[in-house]
């Protein structure tokens, strides 16, 4: 399943759209620049891998269509968190060959992503149970996974593990994408509120729990989706080990720490389904796990223990 990809006839990048699954599994084709930064920003394409590699298609559509500098910045300002959107482009930008060198980015997360599952397979015992947060398959990096990657490699590997699918509020990326992935790959798994996190770990129903990234700092303090730190404060009061899977391309030398990621607020209609008309808001789409509760991250390169130098 390749969730994002050149389609050459249609000279342009094909997306799987994430906003009509599970009822659906549809496709788009992004044919400009515009057009790449539209979905990335409306989260047609999502997960930091996958946002990483349709960026810097797009960042090669702008290329082609003679405007590159000001493609580069309607997609840099599409989504302000992930790492690998500004990585990419940038690699793009200076690329002789964008087209050629989004392709490599593309093969590259997906090599990074097989490594990763090797690496963290080793991690999990036989018939581990494990936690997931949001959506860390294919969907999110173009195929196999970071922190799913790691569950689907043990999964092939005969470990049979078994995995609790945080729902993820308010998109709902736990309930409506791991679940339709895991499906896909055979994995057992059982849905639950994120609010039962809690209870599930003090009753020692879990080994283990795998989170994704969507920026590491340089000490070593993990963006991820919001409900992360949470999940990661009650794994250290249970005794249960934290992991976070994610590629070298998401680890950000510049930024010193959390506290100086700009952290995107979306729509307060996210948030207010249920809510009285005209209710107000607050909807942070990540927040910041300190890099004490990190257990180990996860790489291409293999587990890494501490913050990230």
Known sequence: MATVEWDPGAAGVRLIDQTKLPLRET????????????????????????????????????????????????????????????????????????????????????????????HGAALLPHGARVVTICNTGALATVDYGTGLGVVRAAHEAGKRPFIYVMETRPRAQGARLTTWELRKLGIPHRLIADSTIGLLL??????AAISGADRVCANGDVVNKVGTYPLALLCGEHGVPFYVAAPTSTIDRDTPDGAS??????????????????TD?????????PARLVTVLITEHGVREGAVV
Not at 32 to 40: G, K, L, M, Y
Not at 281 to 289: E, I, K, L, Q, R
Request: proline share 6%; glycine share 6%.
């Open 27 to 118: 496709y788009v084709v992004c044919r400009t620049s515009a057009e790449v930064a539209a979905a990335i920003r409306e989260m047609v394409v999502r997960g930091a891998p996958a946002i990483g590699v349709a960026a810097a298609y797009g960042t090669a559509l702008a290329a082609r269509e003679g405007r590159l500098a000001e493609g580069a910045a309607l997609i840099r300002g599409a989504r302000p968190t992930a790492r690998d959107l500004f990585w990419a482009v940038e690699l793009v930008e200076r690329a002789a060959d964008p087209l050629e060198e989004a392709h490599r980015i593309a093969r590259a997360t997906v090599k990074a992503c097989e490594a990763m599952g090797r």
């Open 202 to 207: 003090q009753r020692g129903m879990a080994d």
């Open 261 to 278: 990621v700009k952290i995107e607020e979306r729509p307060t209609d996210e948030v207010t389904t249920f809510a009285p008309p005209e």
């Open 281 to 289: 808001a607050w909807n942070p789409a990540f927040d910041v796990t």
